[in-house]
């Protein structure tokens, strides 16, 4: 079964940056496209992006588009999303996904725990 697991969320004031990590583990994922989305307290979980299997194409949603950045290491077997100029808008609980593609999670086969970020103003 695989196993993902993020890590790298925290507290950060508005502006700042952050870096999440989602590791890996048992069958491999390297051929998986993967994702992050991320649901705030009472609202419904969005997409925020999704690189392909080689890391070749990526996509984001426009609300962090310029701002954040998927990347992937499969010798690492991990990928990340760096996020940079953080609002407070982007406060939520950020979960890593695998084996879809695309803006709906339930395309989405394997689904991590979740790290929290909240940006504070």
């Known amino acids: 079964q695989v196993q993902l697991v993020e890590s790298g969320g925290g507290l950060v004031q508005a502006g700042g940056s952050l870096r999440l990590s989602c590791a890996t583990s048992?069958?491999?994922?390297?051929?998986?496209?993967m994702g992050w989305f991320r649901q705030a307290p009472g609202k419904e979980r969005e997409f925020v992006a999704v690189?392909?299997?080689?890391?070749?194409?990526?996509l984001y949603a426009d609300s962090v588009k310029g701002r954040f950045t998927i990347s992937r290491d499969n010798a690492k077997n991990t990928m990340y999303l760096q996020m940079n100029s953080l609002k407070p808008e982007d406060t939520a609980v950020y979960t890593c996904?695998?084996?879809?593609?695309?803006?709906?999670?339930?395309?989405?086969?394997?689904w991590g725990q979740g790290t929290q970020v909240t940006v504070s103003s």
């Open positions: 996904a695998a084996g879809g593609w695309g803006t709906r999670y339930v395309n989405y086969n394997y």
């Open positions: 048992g069958r491999t994922t390297s051929t998986y496209a």
């Open positions: 690189i392909n299997w080689d890391g070749g194409n990526t």
